[in-house]
């Protein structure tokens, strides 16, 4: 790719998000057909030596699967500052060791990065400067605006990468493939097809060590708010004419501006719910409210479903369930859309399998679709197949196809300022009526299937 950036600079280097994600991602990117050289420095709040970064750089890459020379060199002239990246005068030491267009990735708390973003306001940057930032963005319609205006004072909007790595799966993006470059989906895909399209991320692991983070967000703000909405987005909006970033980021805003709760009732259109003790895969875990670091008061969800539903001609009265949860038996994670039935089965037919279904996998990677077919004993029965398909896993995982957007200087994977507000508009009434107690706080077992008045 075109070197447009000279110099990778992330803050929070010392952070788990750094080590386990990020990193990886760019060892990736760096071996890839993609990759070419950079500098990279990493900034963190507590004392390291260059030599303990590069370990730490080297180990990741390793980690992702990265072996190149490139990603070996680049691991080896990785230099390492202790900073306060919101002291503005501590920014501008920071500026002095980098070498060519400057990338600066958050890998820090909203708190942090919010007040790293004023201190920015205050140092001049270079031009072409790019920024990335970590989900959650803001933590509310009002602070996600706020930091908006922030950070266009900072730099011009397409150099403001909002990073949502479910942008940069592949099967996310073998959505746009697969409705765009075949006639078949797109006559069938709208209201007067589709019975209702589920969107379903529900994970066997648990908190996993982040009550940090999580005991704050919860399952509504982690996975729905963002995640899930924007896979919404590019399965329900109107074909873009290109895939470049005004063209596919302006179809998805649009349809998340006609996205509201289903029926406008967020009480009704809701549930939530929260794991208790269980086993999973053998593995013995504690209630949530028992892990450490969680605060019980807080009446954290750890299972979330909202519905809603898009107003305009395509989808309307079509219901699209947002479901994403911790801890359950199963991992199942995937993009269902089901097709109403038939106006008219002929007479003589017998049993009815139900729709026909599309079935979108998120991990692993697949394609499946049921439909009804004459059954192989007596062709008068009807009888279900499925017709599926594995995706060869892409060169590079979420990471490093986002940061491939962001050192390219292509924004098209990135969450443009409009829609990481429009997804706060579109639960907040969800997280006001949760706020009021108006829906209850369900439990499950961990290990379960969820609550068993849900099934
Ligand atoms: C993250 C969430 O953004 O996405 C996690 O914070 C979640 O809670 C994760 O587990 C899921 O994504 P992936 O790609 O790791 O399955």
Redesign the pocket.
């Known amino acids: 790719m075109a070197g447009h950036i000279g110099t990778l600079v992330i803050f929070g280097a010392g952070g788990d998000l750094t080590q386990r994600?990020l990193l990886p991602g760019l060892g990736q990117l760096l071996d890839s057909s993609r990759g070419y050289d950079l500098k990279l420095v990493g900034v963190g709040f507590d004392p390291m030596t260059d030599r303990g970064w590069r370990q730490r750089v080297e180990g990741s890459f390793a980690a992702g699967g990265a072996k190149g020379a490139l990603s070996a060199s680049v691991a080896a002239d990785a230099e390492y500052l202790q900073a306060d990246v919101t002291k503005p005068d501590e920014l501008r030491r920071i500026l002095e060791v980098v070498s060519g267009t400057p990338a600066f990735y958050f890998a820090l708390p909203p708190r942090v990065t919010i007040a790293a973003c004023a201190a920015l306001g205050e140092v001049e940057l270079p031009k072409g400067t790019v920024l990335g930032l970590e989900?959650p963005f803001g933590t509310d319609l009002r602070s996600a605006q706020a930091l908006n205006r922030q950070l266009i004072k900072l730099v011009p909007e397409k150099q403001i990468h909002r990073v949502?790595?479910?942008l940069g799966?592949s099967t996310v993006l073998n959505l746009l493939g697969l409705r765009f470059a075949n006639r078949i989906f797109e006559q069938v895909w709208g209201a007067e097809h589709i019975e209702r399209v589920d969107v379903t991320?529900d994970?066997t692991?648990a908190l996993?060590g982040?009550a940090g983070?999580?005991d704050k967000?919860g399952a509504l703000v982690?996975?729905i708010q963002?995640?899930l909405l924007l896979v919404m987005a590019l399965v329900a909006m109107e074909p873009p004419s290109s895939l470049d970033a005004d063209d596919l980021r302006g179809s998805m805003a649009q349809v998340l501006r006609a996205t509201h709760v289903w029926k406008g009732d967020a009480a009704a259109a809701s549930r939530r719910a929260r794991y208790g003790a269980g086993t999973i895969d053998g593995r013995k875990l504690p209630a949530y409210d028992r892990e450490q670091g969680v605060d019980p008061a807080l009446g954290t969800e750890t299972l979330a479903e909202v519905t809603v539903g898009i107003e305009n001609w395509r989808w309307a009265g079509v219901p699209f369930r947002l479901r994403s949860g911790?801890a359950l038996a199963t991992k199942r994670?995937e993009i269902l859309i089901t097709m109403k039935d038939v106006p008219h089965r002929p007479y003589g037919f017998r049993g009815n399998p139900g729709p026909a279904r599309l079935r979108i996998g998120?991990?692993p990677d697949t394609i499946e679709l049921d439909l009804n077919i004459n059954g192989e004993g007596n062709p008068f029965v009807l009888d279900r197949v499925n017709l599926d398909v594995d995706f060869a896993e892409g060169e590079l995982g979420?990471y490093g196809e986002v940061l491939h957007g962001l050192l390219a200087d292509d924004a098209t994977l990135s969450v443009r300022a409009d829609a990481v507000e429009e997804c706060w508009r579109i639960v907040g009434p969800v997280l006001a009526a949760w706020r009021k107690n108006t829906v209850p706080l369900d439990t499950y077992r961990a290990g379960s299937a969820g609550p068993a008045s849900w099934r």
């Open positions: 994600l989900k949502d790595h479910f799966k991320f994970e692991l996993e982040r983070y999580y967000a982690d996975m963002s995640h911790k994670q998120l991990s979420p």
